[in-house]
Nanobody
Framework: HVQLVESGGGSVQAGGSLTLACKTP????????MGWFRQAPGKEREQVAS???????FYEDSVKGRFTISPDNAKTTLYLQMDSLKPEDTAMYYC????????????????????WGQGTQVTVS
């Protein structure tokens, strides 16, 4: 089985920044869509950002201009840089991977992950 491990969550004041990291198997980006999801209490899970072998493909409207998804040089770690954080960004954040659909970008509704990390909590006050 494939294992994804997130880190970097924590508590921050509004306007601050955090960088989340997801350790991934080598070369996963060549075959999969990769992305970050989040789920806040009482709300359904939502796709925050996604990436394929060529680069970022999607940002949820509320995070555009504030969050950046990117891999490291070896494409074994996936980052989510979060700037100008707001209280409404408070959620459990999950790294996820899923098969790439031929002819489609890794965007809703075409990105349906089958592999998930355990999550890292982000709290903004």
């Amino acid at each position: 089985h494939v294992q994804l491990v997130e880190s970097g969550g924590g508590s921050v004041q509004a306007g601050g920044s955090l960088t989340l990291a997801c350790k991934t198997p080598a070369r996963m980006f060549t075959s999969y869509c990769m992305g970050w999801f989040r789920q806040a209490p009482g709300k359904e899970r939502e796709q925050v950002a996604s990436i394929d072998s060529d680069g970022p493909t999607f940002y949820e409207d509320s995070v555009k201009g504030r969050f950046t998804i990117s891999p490291d040089n070896a494409k074994t770690t996936l980052y989510l840089q979060m700037d100008s954080l707001k209280p409404e960004d408070t959620a459990m954040y999950y790294c996820a991977a899923g098969g790439r659909i031929v002819g489609r970008l890794c965007t809703p509704p075409y990105f349906n992950p089958r592999t998930w990390g355990q999550g890292t909590q982000v709290t903004v006050s």
